[in-house]
């Protein structure tokens, strides 16, 4: 059974001389009158309260064991804790929970951006607003003049808040009109025959339309970010 030295007890020991020479041990499990202890790898089986046998290489394991225990205690005394199977400083750990919290910031935002679109083609819009029963919210912009587009676009449909609400409810279509921009001529005759069928006097408008194609709501640039203007078209 191994050199007696590493430890006291012998088969016919009870269970109290066990718990009084190695411990409390890692696991214990009992099924009638059978008993196993757990140290380390190693084994100790019991019956009726008392050794009955051990583990191949038990005073090996029980040896590990102490080590282990030795090099836990050593690494608690000096400050460092454990994360994710690693030992590390208080700082070190902080710093690796900042560092996970912007990539999972990074991934939902790459997720979001894969999901956030505005679309041109207002057929292939309806399509989807339908199909999806999501409303479909008509942004009638001069994107690349209109000061008051840019200011709509940077302070309200640039932002994560307004992105992650449109995502689920919103179908987005843009009928843009720029100045230096080039478009198909569909493209621009379908953004004009929209603007006339909807009475586009300026921009930014914003038209939201059920997915029955009736109106829900009307709007333009709104100051104070995505939550007002996300109250101006409910």
Known sequence: MGPASLRAIEVGSDYKEVIQELGKPDGEIGV?????????????????GKVESF?????????????????????RNAGLISYKGHWMT????????????????AKQQAELTAQYKWYT?????????????????????????????????????????FQQYAVGNYVLV?????????????L???????????????????????PDGSLHARSGYVAGGPNAFLQSIQ
């Open 32 to 48: 009638g009158a059978k008993q196993v202890l757990t140290y380390g790898k190693g084994k100790i089986y019991l019956r009726n």
């Open 55 to 75: 583990s191949d290489g038990f005073d090996a394991s029980l040896v590990q064991r102490s080590l282990d225990q030795v090099d836990l205690e050593a690494k």
């Open 90 to 105: 208080p700082e070190q750990r902080e710093a690796l929970i900042a560092q996970e919290k912007v990539q999972q910031q």
């Open 121 to 161: 083609d207002l057929s292939d819009a309806f399509r989807v607003a339908q199909s999806t029963n999501r409303k479909l919210l008509l942004n009638f912009t001069g994107s690349d003049w209109c000061g008051w587009c840019k200011k709509l676009n940077a302070e309200v449909f640039s932002k994560k808040e």
């Open 174 to 186: 843009e009928l843009d009109f720029p100045k230096n921009k080039q478009q198909s001529n569909d």
């Open 188 to 210: 621009k005759q379908q953004n004009r025959e929209v603007a006339k069928k909807l009475g586009i006097r300026g921009y930014p408008t914003i038209i939201v339309l059920n």
